[in-house]
């Protein structure tokens, strides 16, 4: 269906897409380098809001849903915003603009530069193909940041790879490999953890395992399998992943790219479990394949963009910061949409007096989630003058996702939302302020944990900075059935979940902000959790 933009709407975003071609004419500054802070100039908004609406939401200073439901549509245009790109530009575009009406100051833009690798997201303008004896073979995606073939592709012999008997040479050959499902130690690890507390509980869970599986197979393929550092220097001609997903749940599958920076430099293609039984047929004959794979590279800048809304002692040695953070960057609509979810919340309490904000809201958007060696620069370590002032942290992604399940080869609608995960440290105040937000705002199928405590699954990701910080603090997230894709557009979008999701970030941001420090202090014995290991070969 086509999607259509209403006239005030298509009007702001001209508006945006016009701020956003000036930034990219702007000669990107050096990797790391920071801009300098922009100044508050704007006068201070009228508080419209009484303190004890901090921890109290009135949801009609919130953005309304179809509010909401137009920044998505905006954002939605452009497909996946990766970092640096004309997407990302547009979309950080509206974010930063809405951040800085509503009162955020002192902006830091920390730019870095990296080779942008991309092609098209649509399967029907035939960028990337295969061919086995002048048959089309339905390819589900393409393997990022892997190489590219010119027009005419490359044709070589299939050959298996097998891990525990890997052929003698991959050189000039098409290797195929086959990504594990869960096994029954992993299925353990990944079943329905515990909680504090849940609503519409007959539903927790029900998809638990798809949403780990798809997790699991997304990462084995740069980080569990390592098949990219197989590929490096093995003079192979292309290589073919085998998913064991169904044709439309494979469809648009965006892996996590390399763990270092670069490609590759051998071109690959993603398959879903129906096509890849054509392909080990195939493979077995001793039959050779046409791969066709056409990208294209660029230089491209983004940054980390941090800012402040003050508190009652911004700028004096008593401020207290609460980091309020997200990532920017993702392949759909959803993967990426913190940046909304902060505009909710930095909106929310814009309403309030600076003197009756106890603490300052530091806004820090993350640009290094999807591209070539994640999280290359710390942010931490570039801003020590902002990192003393830090007592909380709120992490929020995944806002408004609805959720899908996969009956035999069809990829459908649950009829539910995605599963709502509110991730609380190892506090009594924060957990049962968790639940109060939950209850308030109505937020369904939703689990409040508080893994610290044990039996209650695991922080993930933006969500774990309280963790591997050792802050007190909150993570929102959401389970992630079909968000590994760039095919998540708006048909997966639920406005009116997103406005309740945000409510319950507003009420959190807000407890953080206003509790005594003794109040949600972690237990003695708390520790920083220790980086994930990426595993080696």
């Not at 949801?59 to 509010?67: G, H, Q």
């Not at 509503?102 to 942008?116: E, M, N, P, S």
């Not at 399940?405 to 539910?416: C, D, K, M, Q, Y």
Request: charged share 20%; net charge negative.
């Amino acid at each position: 269906m086509k999607r259509v933009l209403y006239g005030p709407v298509h009007l702001v975003f001209i508006v945006f897409a016009s701020l956003a071609m000036q930034s990219c004419s702007d000669a990107p500054a050096p990797t790391g380098t920071a801009e300098p802070a922009r100044s508050a100039q704007r006068p201070a908004k009228p508080a419209t809001a009484t303190p004890d609406k901090l921890t109290n939401i009135d949801t009609s200073l919130l953005p309304t849903a179809s509010e909401v439901y137009a920044w998505h549509v905006m954002k939605d245009e452009g497909g996946g915003t990766f970092s640096g790109s004309p997407s990302w530009i547009r979309f950080m575009t509206i974010v930063e603009t809405g951040l800085e009406e509503h009162g955020l100051v002192d902006v830091v833009k920390d730019r870095f530069g990296y080779r942008r690798w991309y092609t098209s997201d649509d399967p029907e303008d035939k960028r990337w193909t295969l061919r086995i004896n002048d048959e089309d073979i339905r390819v589900a995606s393409y393997w990022a940041y892997s190489g590219e073939t010119d027009e005419h592709g490359v044709t070589a012999p299939l050959v298996v790879y097998d891990k525990d008997n890997p052929p003698e040479s991959l050189e000039g050959k098409i290797v195929v490999f086959q990504v594990p499902s869960l096994d029954e130690r992993s299925r353990s690890m990944f079943s329905t953890p515990g909680y504090e507390f849940g609503t519409d509980i007959e539903t927790l869970g029900t998809n638990q395992l798809l949403s780990s599986n798809q997790w699991y197979q997304s990462n084995y393929v740069t980080r569990f399998g390592r098949f990219d550092a197989i590929m490096k220097d093995s003079g192979a001609a292309g290589a073919l992943v085998i998913f064991d997903m169904g044709p439309w749940r494979a469809a648009g599958l965006y892996t996590f790219p390399l763990l270092k920076p670069g490609k590759t430099g051998v071109p690959g293609l993603y398959l879903d479990r129906v096509s890849g039984r054509r392909v080990l047929r195939a493979a077995q004959l001793g039959q050779e394949a046409t791969l066709t794979l056409l990208a294209e590279e660029q230089d491209a800048t983004a940054y980390f963009y941090t800012g402040f809304l003050p508190g009652k002692n911004y700028g004096t040695a008593a401020d207290e910061h609460v980091l309020v953070i997200t990532h920017s960057d993702g392949p759909n609509l959803t993967q990426d949409n913190g940046g909304f979810a902060i505009l909710s919340v930095i909106r929310y309490f814009s309403n309030f007096a600076q003197e009756d904000r106890p603490r300052t809201l530091a806004v820090m958007i993350d640009s290094q989630h999807f591209m070539p060696h994640r999280h290359m620069n710390d942010w931490y370590a570039m801003h020590p003058e902002i990192v003393g002032k830090i007592v909380a942290t709120i992490g929020m992604e995944h806002f408004g996702q609805l959720e899908f399940t996969e009956e035999g080869e069809l990829f459908v609608a649950s009829g539910l939302p995605e599963q709502t995960l509110i991730f609380a440290q190892d506090n009594d105040l924060l957990i049962s302020e968790a639940i109060r937000a939950v209850e308030a705002a109505g937020v369904p199928r939703t689990m409040v944990q508080s893994p610290p405590r044990g039996g209650q699954g695991n922080w993930s990701g933006m969500s774990d900075v309280a963790v591997k910080k050792n802050y007190p603090g909150y993570g929102m997230s959401s389970n992630m059935s079909a968000y590994w894709s760039t095919q998540a557009r708006l048909n997966t979008f639920d406005k009116d979940l997103f406005v309740k999701q945000a409510a319950v970030a507003a009420q959190l941001t807000g407890v953080l902000m206003t509790a005594e420090l003794d109040q949600i202090s972690l237990p003695p014995d708390a520790k920083p959790r220790e980086p994930f290991a990426e595993p080696e070969l």
